[in-house]
């Protein structure tokens, strides 16, 4: 059996070639090391907008396949879409760090240890974006300034090309709700991520995130604001709800089960983020998706007709202004 883990080559590739028939590719910048950057977009352009990303964090791939399905779901014919394909347009920036995900995908190839999580300059993309706020953390996770760490910020927000790209392609789309695609943890996590002050908008959170979980087959996610799990500095999701207005969300799709029992696989950081068999943990990110997405959509014909008894006017995800 081939495994789920391809390389950079194949997986963008497959990309291309569900925008090629269902929807349109943009080049939107260009890595470090010169890989393209690329986003796909489906559905009406008129349409409210939802962004998805993925591998910001270039080793956390089964974020990234599950991206991909939810994508071949809503766009590509499987007959799952319910209908949203038609009410919502769909904007996907999948491989956002296109230099780690070569990196650790031609190391897993060969059997090597992979463990790359920054770009091709040692810089957390997802502590890269404008920070919301001037809270400072000590938590080791919150955004370092020192190069050799893992959760380098960078020299200064937006240094990095990566970084650029999905902020201009944000700004350009406006999107009213984005997801975030890592790994791991069976996590739902929403603004702020750099206060543990409460997100003025938690109630809405909250209830897209309980259609998420209402609709997972399996073990459903956990529900919190990103503080809570850690302190972050300049992280997507707190600049797209600060700055858009967006209602951003990262889902951390899977959790550590009993693939480490063997020592190599203990001792390799690729298979904490990465299951070996993809399609469970697939399956249970996608159909919680999908029940967000329909709520989200809810929400918004319950402002579009405020006289309909849907749902009071708590509700109003994707008709959301501030
Ligand atoms: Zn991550």
Not at 2 to 26: I, K, N, Q, T, V
Not at 57 to 75: C, D, F, P, Q, T
Not at 113 to 121: K, L, Q, S
Not at 210 to 231: K, V
Request: aromatic share 10%; hydrophobic share 40%; charged share 25%.
């Amino acid at each position: 059996m081939d495994s789920p883990y391809s390389r950079w080559e194949s997986f963008d590739a497959s990309w291309r070639e569900l925008a090629s028939r269902h929807g349109a590719e943009e080049r939107i910048g260009e890595s470090v090391e010169g890989r393209p950057i690329r986003a796909y977009s489906f559905g009406p352009a008129g349409a409210p907008a939802v962004m998805f990303t993925g591998l910001l964090h270039g080793v956390e791939v089964i974020g990234a396949i599950a991206l991909r399905e939810v994508a071949r779901a809503l766009v590509g014919g499987a007959g799952l879409s319910r209908g949203l394909a038609d009410q919502l347009r769909f904007v996907f920036a999948p491989i956002v760090n296109p230099d780690a995900y070569a990196a650790n995908a031609e190391r897993v190839a060969r059997g090597a240890r992979a463990w790359v999580r920054g770009n091709a300059r040692g810089v957390d993309l997802n502590r890269n974006f404008a920070p919301a706020g001037p809270a400072r953390s000590a938590s080791p996770f919150a955004g370092s300034r020192w190069a050799f760490l893992p959760h380098f910020a960078g020299p200064h927000p937006y240094s990095e090309p990566e970084t650029r790209a999905v902020r201009d392609l944000a700004l350009a789309t406006r999107p009213k709700l984005a997801l975030g695609f890592h790994s791991f943890g069976n996590l739902l996590l929403y603004p702020w991520g750099f206060t543990a002050r409460r997100n003025p908008r938690a109630v809405e959170y909250e209830r897209l995130g309980r259609a998420f979980r209402a609709s997972q087959p399996g073990a459903r996610y956990t529900l919190r604001q990103a503080s809570g799990l850690y302190r972050t500095q300049g992280d997507l999701d707190d600049w797209l709800d600060a700055e858009l207005g967006t209602l951003a969300l990262t889902v951390e799709v899977g959790t550590l089960d009993r693939r480490l029992l063997t020592l190599s696989r203990l001792l390799d950081p690729f298979w904490w983020m990465n299951p070996l068999d993809v399609r469970p943990t697939v399956e249970n990110t996608l159909h919680g998706v999908l029940g967000l997405l329909e709520a989200a959509c809810s929400s918004a014909r319950a402002v579009d007709h405020p006289t309909e008894p849907l749902e009071p006017r708590r509700g109003i995800a994707l008709a959301a202004r501030r």
